[in-house]
């Protein structure tokens, strides 16, 4: 049974940060694509940042220069650093994970407010 596990939510001050984390166990399948995605109060679901296995990573435009997405393949892992976090940036987060037979997983959402 696949379980992701979601960390690192919680209620920052614009200009400040945080670090989330998602950590993924329970398949015998390799992990392929891992991202974050979110989705703010009365809008859809939006791409953050995805990281392939070989750690080729893109983000949304949004994003760039002040989120870093990284991963830890022993550890099945991903995170999301995240600095200059403005107020436009709250949201819950979700992680996503492709497992390496074509599933993907979705963890429960951690909800980041960015107070001005």
């Known amino acids: 049974q696949v379980q992701l596990v979601v960390s690192g939510g919680g209620l920052v001050q614009a200009g400040g940060s945080l670090r989330l984390s998602c950590a993924a166990s329970?398949?015998?399948?390799?992990?392929?694509?891992m991202g974050w995605y979110r989705q703010a109060p009365g809008k859809s679901r939006e791409l953050v940042a995805t990281i392939s296995s070989g750690g080729r990573s893109k983000s949304a435009d949004s994003v760039k220069g002040r989120f870093t997405i990284s991963r830890d393949n022993a550890k099945n892992t991903v995170y999301l650093q995240m600095n200059s976090l403005k107020p436009e940036d709250t949201a819950a987060y979700y992680c996503k994970v492709k497992f390496r037979d074509g599933e993907d997983y979705w963890g429960k959402g951690t909800l980041v407010t960015v107070s001005s």
């Open positions: 329970g398949s015998r399948f390799s992990i392929n694509d």
